[in-house]
Every structure is written in structure tokens, then in C-alpha cells.
């Protein structure tokens, strides 16, 4: 057989590259053959082992890096604490929405359902004044401070699962078909609202001008229910209404207080100090509340400068004081009016007057609300009006 030998030749070749054995040129001895450097080096196994491991890991990093920082980065690090389900207090509210979603028999609205969770937990207080509303319930909310809505124009409240009324407005359609303070709204327009929270009542009560509504009403003690049948109407929140009686005695009635109320009173007190007023009547008989700072603004003109409006109580800490502001007083001698239906801020004006001012109040015992309510807008719109502090007289009642 005739073999390539080509390979073997040029080996031989490359294995012969170097200088030859030549004659020593100092004494004529011949000098050994000189091997060319090895191009290979020795590596012992574990070296060769933690060398690779090295390069992983060096590869590992070079990779995590360029990942990750910069602005060209494509994978964001989620750090422990934005995972939310890592709060084991809601392993079992996680575990029952799953258990939900799997085996209902029905498709779940998860808007609905999460809706629903919050309203559970929200209830689960106990407290009448805290509440969740959601996206299109909070909108009503800020038209009932704004300048009208439309509706049937009262004030209602969730107090053991039913709703009852705090006070109708003035001259609305709740106060001319002879709503009273403390009714009770079993249905509306036949359907049962009992266990609904006030907010979730009101997007059945309230409706467009000129449509009407059905109310199922109880009164006080009487076992035996009466319909009501309403007629919907715009609801303006126009809040104070003036006019002079005999003895120059003016008579001023606050209906609510909404974001107007201490403009229009102004207006009011001076169109009767141009009448030649001599005295005031405040009057804030059914009127169920509003904005705080409403209550302020209005105690402000009748209580000397420095001296305290109201107090609020948070949890764990001591009671913060709210002191009168300098500016335009009210100088003829003033009487306040207040009946069952006076609730909120209507009660914060009455301690104010009465125990910083000196000044007299007139009628029966107020409606009750001694708790402070502050609404915080969700990032959906929705709102959780929850219960922050209770409210005390100036001297801590």
C-alpha cells in the first residue's frame, strides 16, 4: 500500500526547525542540539477546575451588568420589599381571590370584586362615618360640596345596617314632601337598601331633574312603613339665606357648609349691617355639616382672636388646638339655633360659640357627630374616607 507520508515528512520538518548542531567557534566543540520552547503549558487538574469556575463567574457578572445598569438596561431587579405578597397578613385573602377566580362558576369583574374587598374592610370598623367610595361615588361626593347636583336633597347616613336621614336641605324636594330628621329609608323605588353603605344608597336615591323616585320610609316608632314619592330636582348649594326681622334682629340661616358658605355669609352679614342690624340670629337647625374649614372660617368671626375654636384627638397622641385668627368680627350680640338635625360641623360652630364666645344656644339637643373625617383620593379616583380623630369642645368636652 502506498501511504501519504507527506504529514510524517512535514512533521519531521517542523520538529527539526531550529539551528543545527554546528562546530563550537571558540574550541572547536560540537555544541549539543538545542529543542525549541514547548508551546504548551502544564496545568494540574484542580488549577484547570478553578479556572473555568472563574470564568463562569466572571462571565455572570460581565452579563448581570449589562442587564441591568445603564440606560440600555432590558431586565429591571425587583428588590424584596416591592413585592407585595410578601405581607403574609393577606396569604389568605390572596389564597380566597384565587380560589375565586378558579372556581366560580361565573366570569368575576376583578374592578367589582377589589371594590368589594375594601368595602368589606372598611365596614369591618363599625364606624358609620368611614367609607369607601368608589370612582363614579366619589364624584358625587364632590358635587355634593360644589355648587348643585341633582337629586332629592338630603343628608343620609349608614348607622347598623340601615340608612336614615341626617336632615333634608332647605327648600329641597326631600323637605317639601315632609322628610324628617332620623327617617329611615327601608327601599328604593322597591328595592331593599339595608346593608348598603350611604355612598352605594345615594347613587339610588340621586338622579337626573325631573325624574322621580320612590322612597320606603319608617318613621320613629311606627312599625308600619309609608312610601314617599319624590320628584327629583337640581339641588343648588346656595347655604345662606338672610333677612331682617322685627327689632333690627337679623335672622341668618346656614343650610350647609360647602365651599361658598363663609363668602355668602359675609355677604349676608353685610347686607344686614346696611339694613341697620342690631342683633344676629345664627340658625343651623337641620343642617348636617360640610367642610371643615367652613366651620372655621365662620366660628373665626365670632370668637375673640387666640382663643381656641375646637380640639382633635388622634390615636396615641394628645389633644391639638385650633385658636381663633385675628380679622373681620361680628360686633351686635349674637344667638345660635340648633336642633336635632344640626350634625358635624354645624356642632363645631355651636361649641365654639358657646364656650369661647359666650355666646347663648338655643333649641334641643344636636344630632351627635363627634368624629373628624378626612378623605384621601385613591390613584383610580376612587376615595377612602376614613375616620382620623374625634373633635372636642374648646374646653374638652
Known amino acids: 500500500m502506498n501511504e501519504d507520508r507527506s504529514w510524517q515528512r512535514s512533521f519531521h520538518g517542523i520538529k527539526k526547525v531550529g539551528k543545527p548542531m554546528n562546530e563550537n ?30 470564568l463562569v463567574l466572571a462571565t455572570a457578572a460581565v452579563t448581570f451588568f449589562a442587564l441591568t445598569v445603564g440606560d440600555e438596561k432590558v431586565v429591571e431587579v425587583v428588590k424584596p420589599q416591592q413585592v407585595g405578597n410578601e405581607r403574609k397578613e393577606f396569604t389568605k385573602l390572596f389564597e380566597a381571590y384565587d380560589q375565586l377566580k378558579q372556581t366560580y362558576f361565573d366570569d368575576v369583574d376583578d374592578q367589582v370584586v377589589l371594590d368589594g374587598a375594601i368595602n368589606g374592610m372598611v365596614d369591618a370598623l363599625g364606624d358609620p362615618y368611614s367609607d369607601y367610595l368608589n370612582v363614579k361615588e366619589a364624584k358625587q361626593l364632590n358635587e355634593s360640596i360644589s355648587s348643585s347636583f341633582e337629586g332629592i336633597g338630603a343628608e343620609i347616613q349608614e348607622s347598623n345596617g340601615y340608612i336614615s336621614i341626617v336632615s333634608p336641605i332647605k327648600n329641597s324636594p326631600a323637605e317639601k314632601v315632609g322628610l ?4 329611615t329609608i327601608l327601599s328604593v323605588d322597591g328595592k331593599s337598601i339595608q346593608g348598603m353603605s350611604s355612598s352605594e344608597a345615594v347613587l339610588l336615591i340621586r338622579g337626573e331633574k325631573g325624574s322621580t323616585v320612590t322612597l320606603s320610609i319608617r318613621r320613629g316608632d311606627r312599625q308600619e312603613p309609608f312610601d314617599v314619592k319624590i320628584k327629583r330636582d337640581v339641588i343648588p348649594i346656595h347655604t345662606v339665606y338672610a333677612e331682617m326681622l322685627e327689632d333690627s334682629i337679623a335672622h341668618i340661616n346656614i343650610t350647609s357648609f360647602s365651599e361658598h358658605t363663609y363668602e355668602e355669609l359675609l355677604e349676608a352679614l353685610n347686607e344686614m349691617s346696611d339694613k341697620g342690624m342690631q342683633g344676629v340670629l345664627i340658625d343651623v337647625r337641620q343642617n348636617p355639616g360640610g367642610i371643615l374649614t367652613g366651620a372655621i372660617d365662620i366660628s373665626n368671626l365670632f370668637v375673640e382672636e387666640g382663643k381656641t375654636l375646637f380640639q382633635t384627638q388622634e390615636k396615641g397622641k394628645s389633644p391639638e388646638l385650633y385658636p381663633a385668627s385675628g380679622g373681620q368680627k361680628v360686633t351686635v350680640p349674637v344667638a345660635l339655633i340648633v336642633d336635632d338635625g344640626s350634625a358635624s360641623a354645624s356642632e363645631i ?31 383610580d379616583g376612587s376615595n377612602l374616607k376614613l375616620t382620623t380623630a374625634k373633635w372636642l369642645t374648646p374646653d374638652g368636652n
Do not use: C, H, W
Not at 525549541?36 to 469556575?53: A, D, N, Q, V
Not at 324628617?180 to 327617617?183: E, K
Not at 365654639?352 to 390613584?379: D, N, R
Open 349 to 379: 360652630l355651636a361649641g365654639a360659640l358657646k364656650e369661647s364666645a359666650g355666646i347663648p344656644i338655643v333649641g334641643v339637643k344636636t344630632f351627635g357627630k363627634g368624629t373628624v373625617q378626612s378623605p384621601t383620593q385613591l390613584p
Open 25 to 54: 567557534e571558540s574550541n572547536g566543540e560540537l555544541e549539543p542540539e538545542k529543542k525549541p520552547t514547548s508551546r504548551y503549558i502544564r496545568i494540574k487538574p484542580f488549577s484547570l477546575i478553578m479556572l473555568i469556575f472563574a
Open 180 to 183: 324628617l330628621p332620623n327617617d
